[in-house]
């Protein structure tokens, strides 16, 4: 029997009933029961409870996985149809829950102490290098800029990450740690444990996977320790009500070979904003680190990679320093969030300090950036408060359900100052250009950048200068 055949035999059955309890009313003193009811009483009822009884069973079927063509029990009452029912949505909400929000099944438990996800990201990348007077420089190409995999979950107030990355025809470990939430003088906060991302200016504390541009700014990308991005070691985070504080002690990321001394690095950021409001957000932030660098080791100051990450040639070498010991940086972040519009201004120093064969030094090198965007229509920009960094972009039409997605306009001036170290070159860049946001997950990125630099040594010696193209296809999940 099906449910289309249920619900006139439960009408039925429920009329029948009343017309047997009208009967037997009549054969009872008047005085003691109430009036028999009218025919359009009665009709009414039974259509009351017909309808009843068919809300029940549409929920039973839902339940039950919406069996809408399989055959159906007799008829019951509406009481026993309720405590079935009851039953079996107390049941499936002690089920395991799956979400795809996210871009990939997240997995948690029915009180959501437990979740398990993976997680990764694809970045292919294409570039086209023209008009340098060293005609090396000139060259075109494409490359997977990255392809990261990975998984995070939680245990209650314990979450975990662990994540690899293939870039540069290598495999490194990247974020590699464990959390525990807590509250300190009375405010949320957590601790980490492992290797994570330094806390360190906007563009430095953020994925490349919310970046606005393919590649962080020089500040994000330079003014950083010895040991890089990553470090193994303690962070303490707190935060407030639009405001966050970190303080971090590490060692080398964890892809040392285990050969040599590791640097030790003390570092500490903070973040407020002054006003945040529906129409505007305004961010202030500083952040200094202090490290201590092994004897013989490597990657004391970096190259800049100032016309994109494919062409390793068109670079602002910061010459050859031998002997550092210590360096301390510091910096400043501005920023301000007003509807489709954005604006990011970043400073850093940091002061080498150490002896060569000239005797003891104290050096400095410097790089600052500013940038702007503006969203056309489709998502509005994506900054977390609480952490203050960039956040993932929401698209409101998304390409992948036939809409437009969304797209952003962006420019950037970037500055990088290695005057000061031995044989250190100088540099600037302009870069223009698009993003397309397919959806939350995805989008395709176009810069045009008019770099110029100004080389001390070596083949590239003296003033250089030309434009870059590339694109890139991000997917992250």
């Given at each position: 029997m099906n449910h289309s055949t249920v619900l006139p035999m439960a009408a039925l059955s429920v009329a029948l009933g009343l017309l047997l309890a009208s009967g037997h009313a009549d054969a009872q003193s008047t005085s003691s029961l109430p009036a028999p009811l009218s025919q359009a009483e009665l009709s009414r009822l039974v259509q009351q409870q017909a309808l009843q009884i068919q809300q029940l069973e549409?929920?039973?079927?839902?339940?039950?996985?919406?069996?809408?063509?399989?055959?159906?029990?007799?008829?019951?009452?509406?009481?026993?149809?309720?405590?079935?029912?009851?039953?079996?949505?107390?049941?499936?909400?002690?089920?395991?829950?799956?979400?795809w929000a996210k871009g990939a099944p997240e997995f948690s438990s029915a009180d959501g102490n437990t979740v398990f996800r993976p997680r990764g990201r694809l970045f292919v990348d294409a570039s086209s290098t023209d008009g340098s007077a060293v005609s090396d420089r000139n060259v075109s190409g494409t490359e997977i800029r990255s392809v990261r995999l990975g998984a995070e979950g939680r245990y209650g107030t314990l979450g975990w990450v662990v994540e690899g990355d293939f870039a540069d025809n290598a495999v490194a470990w990247k974020s590699v740690y464990a959390t525990l939430d807590h509250t300190l003088f009375g405010l949320p906060a957590d601790l980490t444990m492992g290797n994570r991302l330094n806390d360190r200016g906007i563009d430095g504390s953020s994925s490349t996977s919310n970046t606005p541009f393919q590649e962080r700014n020089v500040v994000g990308t330079l003014m950083?320790?010895?040991?890089?991005?990553?470090?193994?070691?303690?962070?303490?985070?707190?935060?407030?009500?639009?405001?966050?504080?970190s303080l971090a002690v590490a060692?080398?990321?964890?892809?040392?070979?285990?050969?040599?001394?590791?640097?030790?690095?003390?570092?500490?950021?903070?973040h407020w904003n002054p006003v945040d409001t529906a129409a505007a957000t305004l961010h202030l932030g500083a952040w200094a680190f202090h490290e201590k660098i092994p004897a013989g080791a490597s990657g004391v100051v970096r190259s800049s990679a100032?016309?994109?990450?494919?062409?390793?040639?068109?670079?602002?070498?910061?010459?050859?320093?031998?002997?550092?010991?210590r360096s301390t940086a510091y910096g400043a972040e501005l920023a301000g969030f007003f509807g489709p519009a954005w604006a990011t201004g970043e400073w850093g120093t940091r002061s080498l300090r150490g002896a060569?064969?000239?005797?003891r030094y104290d050096r400095d090198h410097e790089a600052w950036a500013i940038s702007a965007g503006w969203f056309l229509a489709g998502a509005l920009p994506s900054y977390s408060g609480k952490a203050g960094t960039w956040g993932k972009v929401?698209?409101?039409?998304?390409?992948?359900?036939?809409?437009?997605?969304?797209?952003?306009?962006?420019?950037?001036?970037?500055?990088?100052?290695?005057a000061e170290l031995p044989s250190g070159g100088t540099g600037h860049a302009w870069t223009l250009?698009?993003?397309?946001?397919?959806?939350?997950?995805?989008?395709?990125?176009?810069?045009?950048?008019?770099?110029q630099t100004h080389h001390r040594s070596g083949s590239a010696a003296g003033r250089d200068e030309g434009t870059t193209f590339n694109t890139r296809l991000q997917l992250v999940f």
């Open positions: 549409a929920r039973l079927r839902a339940v039950e996985g919406g069996q809408g063509t399989a055959a159906a029990p007799p008829a019951q009452s509406v009481p026993a149809l309720e405590t079935r029912v009851a039953a079996l949505e107390s049941g499936q909400s002690k089920l395991p829950k799956v979400s950083l320790p010895q040991r890089g991005l990553f470090g193994v070691g303690l962070t303490e985070r707190v935060y407030g009500k639009g405001w966050h504080a060692g080398n990321d964890l892809n040392n070979a285990g050969t040599d001394n590791d640097s030790q690095t003390w570092a500490t950021r903070v100032i016309a994109g990450h494919f062409n390793d040639l068109v670079k602002i070498t910061p010459g050859t320093l031998l002997g550092a010991e060569d064969a000239s005797g929401k698209v409101a039409d998304p390409v992948t359900r036939g809409g437009s997605g969304a797209w952003e306009l962006k420019g950037r001036y970037e500055d990088v100052d290695y250009g698009a993003n397309w946001y397919l959806n939350d997950f995805s989008r395709v990125m176009f810069e045009a950048v008019r770099w």
